[in-house]
């Protein structure tokens, strides 16, 4: 009895004991007044590079495949870095309603981003001026 004690006591305090820190991560995010596209950038990025993603909820058109190897949801959301052209995102999850709302004629910026809302859709644009427009209509990517 005196030795299963000692082994739960030496679990407890193992499992007890603090553990490094994670990497802090942050996230800046908006939504459109109408809830249907929301923006998240994050620095998730090993290097510490932002990375921006937009999704869009209800939409007339059909986006393009995030590659051969997605398993999960694609052609609903697109990403962009710092430098480099936009690309859809394959995804598990969503980010539609989160954030603020960011109000029609409105800017948003946020690392390498710039980002503009307004009642014709979002459109966002990385330092390089690559970047996308999209909207419930359609979408343009440049």
Known sequence: MILRLAVLAATVLATAAPRPLARTVQLQSFQTPSGNIACMADDMDEDGRWE????????????????SDCDLDSGDALGLRAT???????????????????????????????????????????????????????????
Do not use: K, M
């Open 52 to 67: 921006l993603r937009c999704d869009v909820g209800e939409r007339d058109w059909r986006g393009g495949r995030a590659g």
């Open 84 to 142: 480099g052209r936009p690309y859809w995102v394959c995804h598990g999850d969503t980010i539609l309603r989160s954030g603020p709302v960011l109000g029609y004629g409105s800017t948003w910026r946020v690392g390498a981003f710039t980002c503009t809302c307004d009642r014709a859709g979002v459109t966002c644009r990385n330092r390089a001026q690559h970047g996308f427009f999209v909207s419930r209509a359609s979408y343009r990517l440049f």
